[in-house]
């Protein structure tokens, strides 16, 4: 088996992206988030997300959560196997774990602690 001489991975760190506000609409649940070097570039991987904000309570628990940046790009976050994730997923603010494929446009939760 041949490797490449320079196997790169991680080299970084994971990247991390904390929440600026969250929007109740009548369709979904917004979190917004600055740019980011890895938002609007081709990216595949796992990136750390900070939810600042909590959810107002009383809001619509079957509503699914999309997450923004400041150039607009909505993505709906999933589970792995494709649903939707809704505010009853979200259990508080606190670190989840994110994988994103930017060419699939996948954008699936993993983990979260609060």
Do not use: K
Not at 38 to 62: D, K
Not at 82 to 97: A, F, K, M, P, R
Request: include cysteine.
């Amino acid at each position: 088996m041949l490797l490449p001489f320079n196997i790169n991975v991680n080299v970084n760190g994971i990247p991390c992206l904390r929440s600026t506000s969250v929007t109740v609409g009548t369709t979904d649940v917004r979190f917004d988030f600055n740019s980011h070097r890895n938002v609007g570039r081709p990216f595949v991987g796992l990136i750390i997300v900070q939810l600042a904000q909590a959810i107002p309570t009383g809001t619509t628990t079957t509503l699914p959560i999309v997450f923004t940046t400041e150039t607009g790009n909505p993505a709906n976050v999933t589970t792995f196997n494709g649903e939707n994730v809704t505010v009853s997923d979200i259990t508080g603010t606190g670190i989840y774990l994110v994988f994103v494929d930017t060419q699939s446009g996948v954008v699936q939760l993993l983990t979260g602690t609060v």
